[in-house]
């Protein structure tokens, strides 16, 4: 599997930004998907994720209420819908990809990794 993430850009606090992870090779929609970001100086932090059966999704504490992400299957898509973002949301965003049974909050359960965009939110 083949990631790709953008979307990313400049925002105004309060604003709004669509993240989108596009993928090619294998079936997608048999694969978990999460985002997952890393601001500068810091670790890369777990943000949300979306199971491949149910859709059931999974947000970070410091995201959950503004951010929503979802998958369209059939466009081998998935998207991290950004609102009320924080001059703290400022990262690199990457979506990560997963088959096997481990957490969805750990970057070690991913097997695929897209490449980043970049969201910079200004105060």
């Known amino acids: 599997v083949q990631l790709q993430a953008f979307g990313g850009g400049l925002v105004q606090a309060g604003g709004s930004l669509r993240l989108s992870c596009a993928a090619s090779?294998?079936?997608?929609?048999?694969?978990?998907t999460g985002w997952f970001r890393q601001a500068p100086g810091k670790e890369r932090e777990f943000v949300a994720a979306i199971s491949w059966i149910g859709g059931i999704t999974y947000y970070a504490d410091s995201v959950k209420g503004r951010f929503t992400i979802s998958r369209d299957n059939a466009k081998n898509t998935v998207y991290l819908q950004m609102n009320s973002l924080k001059p703290e949301d400022t990262a690199v965003y990457y979506c990560a990809a997963k088959q096997g049974s481990g957490s969805y909050y750990s970057a070690d359960s991913y097997d695929y990794w897209g490449q980043g965009t970049l969201v910079t939110v200004s105060s």
């Open positions: 090779g294998r079936t997608f929609s048999r694969y978990a």
